[in-house]
C-alpha cells in the first residue's frame, strides 16, 4: 500500500483509472461517521478522500453520525446538479471491504451514468412504478456475487425515485443474518417482506418487486 493511499493495494489501484477517469457526470461522496469511533469509520473516510483527490469526478462530503442510523459508517452516492446534490438513494453501510470495492465502483458509475447500464425494458418498467420499495442486499467482503446484485439494485434507484437501495456489509453487522435467517449470499430483501438469495436477472428482480408491493 502506498502512504497516500492507504486503503488500496497495488493492483486495486491500477484498475480504479479504467472506471472513473471517464465519468460522464460528477459524483459527490457523503459519509456518516466519527472517524475517531470506530476503524472502520476511520477507514471509510480516508477512503473517500483519496478517491476525491486522485479522481477529478468524484468529490467528498463527511458528515456526523444520525440518530436513525443503526450502523456505520454509511456512504451515500449522490450526483450533483449545478453544484448541489442529488440523492438517488443508493447507501453502502459498512465499510466496503474485499470484493464489495467492486459494489461501490458500481455505486459511482450508476450514478454517473444516471442508471443508463440497466436495460432499456428495466427503465421502462420503473417508470411506471407507482409504490416505494426499498432493496437490501446483504453480502461480505468475500462474496463476488454480492457485487452483481449491487449493481443492478443501485442502477433500479437512480432509474426511479420510488427505489432506494442499499448493500449492507453483513460481516461487519452479523445481526443481519440472524434477523433474516441468512444461510445463502447475496440475500436481497425487497420492502422487508421479499426475500431472494443467489444472483437473479433484472426482469426477475422487477417481478419480485412488484409482488412486495402488492403486499404493502
Known amino acids: 500500500m502506498n502512504a497516500d493511499r492507504p486503503y488500496f493495494d497495488e493492483e486495486t489501484w491500477t484498475s480504479l483509472p479504467a472506471f472513473f477517469e471517464r465519468l460522464p457526470e460528477p459524483v ?7 472517524e475517531t469511533a470506530t ?33 456505520y459508517p454509511v456512504i451515500g452516492v449522490m450526483g450533483l446538479q449545478e453544484g448541489e446534490p442529488v440523492d438517488y438513494g443508493v447507501r453502502l453501510i459498512g465499510l466496503p471491504a474485499g470484493v464489495q470495492m467492486t459494489s ?4 459511482i458509475q450508476c450514478v454517473s451514468f444516471r442508471g443508463m447500464t ?26 463476488e456475487t454480492g457485487a452483481l446484485m449491487a449493481q443492478r439494485a443501485f442502477n433500479m434507484a437512480v432509474a426511479s425515485p420510488l427505489v432506494r437501495s442499499y448493500l449492507i456489509m453483513g460481516d461487519a453487522f452479523p445481526e443481519a443474518f440472524v434477523r ?7 440475500h436481497l430483501i425487497i420492502n422487508g417482506r421479499v426475500h431472494l ?5 433484472e426482469e426477475t428482480l422487477l417481478r419480485h ?7 404493502n
Open 118 to 143: 440497466s436495460e432499456a425494458r428495466t427503465r421502462i418498467h420503473l417508470s411506471r412504478l407507482r409504490h416505494e420499495v426499498k432493496l437490501e442486499i446483504i453480502t461480505t467482503a468475500d462474496n
Open 39 to 71: 476503524p472502520a469509520e476511520a477507514q471509510a473516510a480516508r477512503l473517500v478522500q483519496t478517491l476525491a483527490m486522485h479522481f477529478p469526478a468524484i468529490q467528498f462530503q463527511l458528515f456526523p453520525r444520525r440518530a436513525n442510523y443503526s450502523f
Open 28 to 34: 459527490r461522496l457523503h459519509i456518516w461517521g466519527d
Open 197 to 201: 438469495s443467489g444472483v437473479v436477472d
Open 209 to 215: 418487486m412488484t409482488t412486495a408491493v402488492k403486499q
Open 104 to 107: 461501490l465502483v458500481a455505486a
Open 180 to 186: 433474516y435467517s441468512i444461510r445463502e449470499l447475496p
